[in-house]
């Protein structure tokens, strides 16, 4: 049954009613019921107004990213994305993202570019599985950043959001050389072949190198038919052998090309 309540009235012939009652009126994930009718002066009852049918929620949502990783190292993206959850009886209405550019220069994502100042949160498409859309042209080799979500729910229930995702650009490729031996070079003994590297991005992880005479490739052990590239020592500068491989036995008379990738 209902409980009838009187409300406060502001207005003449018409206006509006209000009827305050505390929080701990209600329980979170419980449905209610709203009715009203009104009395006039004389004592006339109106019919019952349009029933409202409502959920009382406090319950907060929580969301995610799930790209780009955390603490991942990306040469291209397009979008940023994540899943979001509330527990019931609620629903995620909304996810924001925010874009901070690291470190920590206080350059935040408006939708069309980087502006200094407070945090700002762009609204994604989706909800329990969202999608933020951001151009790749936006991002700069060798800078970091930090993707965050937050989500809100039907009952406007705001997440309060965790530290988010850090995650490094890089879209420039790195470069090598080989510097020993040299260039069109005659030489009487080999033991080492060296190199350097250099990334205007995050660094070079890794050199390689791969040493052909005619059709034939250094696996490490020996000369075989497809294409090895043998890891270096380390990356700038370099040197090969490395891990167990051995140097080629160079033959009197003939010719080498060494290559190096990193």
Known sequence: ????VAASFVGGSSGTFTLSMPATAFINGTQYRTESRAFDVPGNLSLLGAPTDWT???????SSVSTPTVSGMINAITAV??????PTPGTPATVYVSLRRTPGDGFYWNGSTWTSGAELWNPAAGAASWTYSVPN????????F???????????????????????????PPASSVTTPGA??????????SGTSNDVGLGVQEASVSIRTGALY?????????????????????????GGDGIPPW?????????SRV
């Not at 033959?251 to 290559?259: D, K």
């Open 137 to 144: 042209s936006s991002f700069s080799t060798g800078q970091s």
């Open 1 to 4: 049954g209902f409980d009838w």
């Open 251 to 259: 033959a009197h008379g003939s010719t080498y090309e060494i290559r």
């Open 184 to 193: 069109v070079t005659w030489v009487s003994s080999l033991a080492t072949v």
């Open 218 to 242: 250094w696996s490490g052990s020996g000369f075989v038919g497809v294409e090895t590239w043998r890891q270096a020592n380390a990356t700038n500068p370099w040197t090969y052998p490395y």
């Open 146 to 172: 930090v993707a965050k979500s937050k989500a809100v729910d039907s009952a406007t229930n705001e997440e309060v959001p965790s530290g988010g995702n850090p995650f490094d650009y890089d879209n420039t």
């Open 81 to 86: 994305q994540g899943t979001a959850f509330d």
């Open 56 to 62: 009382y929620d406090t319950s907060l949502p929580n």
